[in-house]
Structure formats: C-alpha cells, structure tokens
C-alpha cells in the first residue's frame, strides 16, 4: 500500500469525525426521532453535508446540499418547524463557506506554486485535518454558548435567529452560483458570512443568558413568597400555642358545667386555627408555595378545590416552566370561578402526576358562568383591559411547546378543562 492510499484513508476518516461532530451539533439544536434508522440516516447525512465539495459556480452541490440539509431537519428531527429551520440557517452558511474556503485556497495556492508531487501529498493532509480543526472548533463554540436551546428558545427567538442568519445563507450561495474568475475575490464575502454565523451563536447566547437570568429572578421571586408564607404560618402557630392555656381553661370550663357539645364545638374551631396554612402538595419548594398560595386564593373567595399532585418522579421539567402552568391555569380558574354569584357552585380541580414510562399529564377543571370568547382559534378573556387577553394561555402555551408536548382546551357551559401530556418528562 502506497503513501497516498494511506493518506486517503485517514482523510475518509476524518470526513466521519466531521459528520460526528455535525451530528452531536444537531442533537442539541433539536429533537431527533428515535430510532436506529434514524440515527444512521442523520448520522450518515451530517458526513455527506460537512464534507460535500463547493466549486465555483457550483449550482449542483451548492442547491443539493441546502436541499439535503432542509429536508433531513423536516424528517428526522421533531420541534418546532422554526427551530429546525434555524439549524439550516445557522450551520448551511458554515458548512458551505468553510467547504469552499478551503477547497478554493489550496487550489489558488497551488496553481500561483505550481503542483508537485510533494504539494499534491501536503495538501491531501492538511485538506481534511483543516477541516476537521474547523468543525470541532464550531463543535466547540456551540456547545459552550448553545446547549440549552432546545430547552429554553421559544418560536420569537428561533425566528429571529433565523432572519439573522438568513442574510448570510443568501450571499454564500448567490456568490457561488455567481462567482468570478478570479475565485479570491469570493474568500472576503465567504469569509465574512462564517463569521457572521458564529457571531449569531454568540447572539443567541446573550438570548440565553437573559432568558436564564429571567427564569432566576421568578424563581426568586417564588422563594420570596414561598418564605413570607411560610413565616405567615409560623407567626400565626406562635400565636395559638400562645394562648393555649386559655383555650385548654375554656373547654375544661365547658366540660365542668355540662356543656360537652359546645366543648367538641370548641375544640374542632381551634384544630381548624391549629392546621398550618402550607400544605404538602409536592416535594418541590418552590412549586409547593405556588400551589399553596392559589389553593388559600381559592379558599377565600369559598371555591371547592380538589388538588391531587404526584410529582416525586418529575424529571427533565424545570420548576420554573411547572410554575408557568400551575399559576396562569390556576390564576384564569380562580378568576372564572368567582364570577359565579353562588359560592356553592365554585369548584375547581386539579390534577397532575407522571406516569410509569415517564409522561407528564396535567388537567385542570374550573366551574364558570361567562361566555369564553375566541376570535381565530385564540381564546380571549373578558376582561376590560383588552392589552391583557389571552397572555395566560399563551404562556401555557408556549411551555407545552417548548418540552414537545401537546395542550387541549375544552368547554362546556359550565366547565372549562385546560389538559396538558408531555412526553418523556
């Protein structure tokens, strides 16, 4: 076997390594359908793409690619179609750009040269190893700035991300189809549109780090109440063990002078006091205090509240996004219930749990007497403030989008039903 045989040999090597290091990018960008098959059509697909050779001119591979690289996000990856879009826009003007870079730079430098022997086997190596340093370095970059996305980008930051990067995927494939001669005058423009691409990651850092310090301060936020309850209840047990000798003098009163009725009376009154106000829902502080708070919300204005919460096994939710659909759900059926003019016909249900193979069910059921109104599929509030309708759902919303999950909303003329199913939760 000759040296050149072996050189080929370990460039097609590493054209897998590129395709790996593609592969695990796309992974964290978004969902992949499960499935071995799947994972050798995505996995053999990255290798083609990050590997296809650019030309000049090269409307073939330049259109295949995009269309390859389209496609195998629409297929085999799950999300939204806006998140699968961005990693076409984000990675096509890196994998294109780069590709042609190097291709066209080795060419020019080797016709100003001259081609020899020595420099056809120099290039043969520094070819893929270029490559290969290129792609970890993206491989790199992207997992330190991006590994959160799938989890926390909604559809107006993909989107945007999307028009950011769609500036260069149009100029790295017009310049191309329309490229001149003098292919050198392409590297600046080429050259560019890389960078422009890795800044967008940077960018969608800087959208990460704001959503994160974002989901900090409302976790703050629910310590802090969860806290002030807490001390709430506190104060108030103080209190009552406070005066307890007076009241163990007031029922041993009404049991001496014959009245054990008004002492039973007595006393199930000072257990009523007695109970702490936190009650366990769930193991999770922060999710416990929201529910305590909307369940004493609803006790006070005399709605009839059943709350079943089985979340010990919860994984892969993050509390903060539990806590946008327990509060908005439970604020609009709080709401909707106290419309009802007879306390006695308020009601509100609330169960939530995961199931054996690892699914996320919530449901939440109110009692209401207004009309639900609902304007091109989009539920709107009646409330007088026309700037505030529908941003509760909408939240829901997009949260149960964000995990993959799906979200039903039915009503009757006296019931309103919010379900919830994520999977893999």
């Given at each position: 076997m000759d040296l050149t045989t072996i050189i080929t040999y370990i460039g097609n090597l590493s054209y897998f390594a590129e395709g790996f290091f593609l592969y695990r990018i796309l992974s964290h960008f978004a969902k992949k359908r499960e499935g071995k098959i799947w994972s050798v059509i995505v996995y053999l697909s990255c290798t083609i793409i990050s590997t296809l050779v650019i030309f000049p001119n090269d409307l073939f591979n330049v259109t295949t690619d995009l269309i390859w690289?389209?496609?195998?996000?629409?297929?085999?990856?799950?999300?939204?179609?806006?998140?699968?879009?961005?990693?076409?826009?984000?990675?096509?003007?890196?994998?294109?750009?780069?590709?042609?870079?190097?291709?066209?730079?080795f060419g020019v430098i080797g016709h100003w040269i001259g081609w020899s022997p020595a420099l056809d086997i120099a290039c043969m190596i520094a070819d893929p190893l270029l490559h290969l340093l290129i792609w970890y370095g993206i491989y790199r970059v992207f997992i330190r700035h991006l590994n959160q996305t799938r989890k926390l980008f909604n559809d107006r930051i993909w989107i945007l991300l999307d028009a950011v990067c769609l500036a260069s995927l149009v100029s790295?494939?017009?310049?191309?189809?329309?490229?001149p001669s003098e292919t050198y005058k392409m590297w600046p423009a080429a050259f560019a549109c890389f960078v422009t691409n890795l800044g967008s990651i940077a960018l969608a850092q800087y959208f990460l780090t704001s959503i994160q310090q974002d989901m900090e301060r409302r976790n703050l936020i629910l310590q802090k109440s969860y806290y002030e309850e807490l001390e709430q209840n506190q104060t108030e047990i103080r209190r009552l063990r406070h005066d307890m000798n007076n009241h163990l003098s007031a029922i041993q009163?009404?049991?001496?002078?014959?009245?054990?009725?008004?002492?039973?009376?007595?006393?199930?009154?000072?257990?009523?006091?007695?109970?702490?106000?936190?009650?366990?829902?769930?193991?999770?502080?922060?999710?416990?205090?929201?529910?305590?708070?909307?369940?004493?919300?609803?006790?006070?204005?005399?709605i009839d509240c059943f709350f079943h919460i089985d979340l010990d096994k919860l994984i892969g939710i993050d509390a903060i996004s539990l806590c946008c659909l327990f509060s908005n759900t439970l604020d609009n059926a709080v709401e909707a219930s106290v419309k009802i003019p007879d306390p006695k016909e308020r009601r509100l249900s609330v169960k939530a749990r995961v199931t054996e193979n690892g699914y996320f069910t919530y449901e939440i059921t109110n009692s209401k007497k207004n009309t639900v109104l609902e304007q091109k599929g989009i539920l709107k509030s009646d409330k007088e403030d026309t700037a505030a309708h529908g941003f509760g759902l909408s939240n829901v919303?997009?949260?149960?989008?964000?995990?993959?999950?799906?979200?039903?909303?039915?009503?009757?003329?006296?019931?309103?039903?919010?379900?919830?199913?994520?999977?893999?939760?």
């Open positions: 690289f389209t496609v195998l996000m629409l297929l085999a990856f799950q999300g939204s179609i806006w998140q699968r879009l961005a990693a076409v826009a984000v990675l096509y003007p890196l994998t294109v750009s780069q590709n042609f870079l190097v291709m066209d730079m790295i494939t017009t310049c191309i189809y329309f490229a009163s009404l049991f001496h002078s014959g009245n054990p009725e008004e002492a039973e009376a007595y006393m199930k009154e000072l257990e009523t006091q007695m109970s702490a106000r936190t009650r366990v829902f769930c193991k999770n502080s922060i999710i416990n205090a929201v529910l305590n708070a909307k369940y004493n919300l609803a006790q006070e204005h005399s919303r997009e949260m149960v989008e964000k995990y993959d999950g799906t979200l039903d909303i039915s009503y009757t003329e006296d019931t309103f039903t919010v379900t919830v199913l994520i999977g893999n939760a």
